[in-house]
């Protein structure tokens, strides 16, 4: 009996090894997974992972739109040459805003936006950008329409996309898509593929050297303003950047969405931002409020009027930096805007902009990276805030950070109420 029982004490002891070992393992291959915000990304399992074609081509219309609709559309232009195993031909960017005007259209080349061996060196593996010199023979491209209207359904754009990797078409060095700018195609791509693009994406260096001098004279504003003794002077002075969204344009589209879409979240005045801003918990105050704003409204100082004690506003015209963006096109002004936004210790934009959600986007990157995977806690670095949505103080904005999860970008390309604190991240 005494036997029985020993052995079957043995039994269990040896269950509870294997439980753990297997507990162990399993563990070593989430945090294997996990190095990097990509565990759920086809880019951990690709076939193409280190075999993207060098010798074949995809070629794309010109991107258009704003900054950050053309951070998009690249984005997927890229992830669709991924999918066809072709190197991506170097698209070119727009440098000036396009509506309608297709005659104004001012194009600029990728490199003179992004830095373009550093775009290859991070993405080696993943996607591969290529430049027109590199094309070897002199036969016609084929050329691949893109669908449109409501018959044109995800499913079909798909099917499209795999037919061309059918011999008859594959053969071709180059596939030219034509039609419809790549920000309008249908996504098929995750998000975490695209963060893998995004993070990829770093600004020329005049750029970013551009964006340092505008946060320099915001700290030196902040100094000033606050009186605020630093015993270490390269100590980093903390700031609030606001996206602000009140232009005549913005508020009749914001207007007309809200009637499409029968919410009433997406328009938010100068007052509403106001009130929301001074609502944020965990900020030590006083500080100054960078507001982004659209260059029309730089000659109405009311913008300035009104904010809370404590909260010190200032924008391009009274840093004295207006001279640094009026050099510059539509495309360069708005990219400095953004990296100054994205430095922020805390930002607030609108969860229907583009704009907004690609800093929050590429600042919910790297909290992931930093070990951080929700903002609920309000004390929390880095934070982001969405002030058209009510937050969970009621008062304040709305705790923002990008849902990792998601299987596709549509929320961040047309915006979205539907915002938490928490990444989703795994």
């Not at 700290?219 to 605020?228: L, P, V, Y």
């Not at 979240?265 to 500080?287: A, L």
């Amino acid at each position: 009996m005494a036997m029985h029982f020993l052995s079957f004490r043995h039994l269990i002891v040896w269950i509870c090894f294997i439980l753990v070992f297997i507990f162990l393992s399993l563990k070593t291959v989430i945090i294997h997974q996990n190095n990097g915000i990509y565990s759920t990304s086809s880019f951990s399992n690709s076939k193409f992972q280190n075999s993207i074609r060098k010798d074949k081509f995809l070629e794309v219309p010109q991107i258009v739109w704003g900054l950050n609709n053309q951070k998009i559309a690249f984005a997927r232009a890229c992830l669709t040459a991924r999918f066809l195993n072709r190197s991506l031909l170097m698209p070119s960017l727009s440098s000036s805003l396009f509506y309608k005007e297709i005659d104004l259209l001012e194009s600029i080349s990728f490199d003179k936006v992004f830095q373009y061996e550093r775009f290859n060196s991070l993405c080696h593996g993943f996607v591969h950008l290529s430049r027109y010199s590199e094309l070897i023979n002199d036969t016609e491209p084929f050329e691949l329409r893109k669908g449109s209207g409501r018959k044109w359904t995800k499913e079909r754009d798909m099917n499209q996309l795999a037919e061309c990797s059918e011999y008859s078409i594959d053969k071709f060095e180059v596939i030219r898509i034509v039609g419809k700018n790549p920000f309008l195609w249908h996504d098929h791509w995750s998000v975490v593929e695209y963060a893998k693009i995004f993070e990829c994406l770093a600004f020329v260096e005049e750029i970013q050297n551009e964006a340092t001098k505008v946060v320099s004279k915001i700290q030196e504003f902040s100094f000033n303003a606050t009186s605020r003794n630093f015993s270490n002077t390269n100590q980093s002075v903390p700031y609030l950047a606001v996206h602000m969204r009140i232009e005549k344009d913005w508020m009749i589209h914001c207007k007309k969405l809200e009637q499409r879409l029968s919410i009433n979240q997406i328009c938010s005045s100068k007052q509403e931002i106001m009130q929301k801003v001074k609502h944020i918990r965990g900020v030590n105050k006083p500080i100054i409020v960078y507001l982004a704003i659209a260059d029309g409204l730089l000659a109405d100082d009311s913008i300035l009027i009104g904010w809370e004690e404590g909260l010190i506003p200032c924008e391009k015209k009274k840093l004295r930096v207006w001279d640094v963006y009026n050099k510059y096109s539509y495309l360069f002004r708005s990219a400095i805007d953004y990296e100054v936004c994205l430095r922020a210790d805390v930002f607030v934009g609108n969860s229907f902009s583009t704009f907004s959600s690609l800093i929050v986007f590429e600042r919910t990157e790297k909290m992931i990276k930093m070990g951080i995977k929700s903002s609920c806690d309000m004390n929390v670095g880095m934070a982001s805030y969405a002030y058209n949505l009510k937050g969970e103080n009621y008062d304040g904005p709305k705790s923002w950070m990008t849902d990792f999860s998601a299987l596709s970008l549509e929320s961040i390309s047309y915006g979205t109420i539907n915002i938490s604190c928490d990444s989703k991240v795994l």
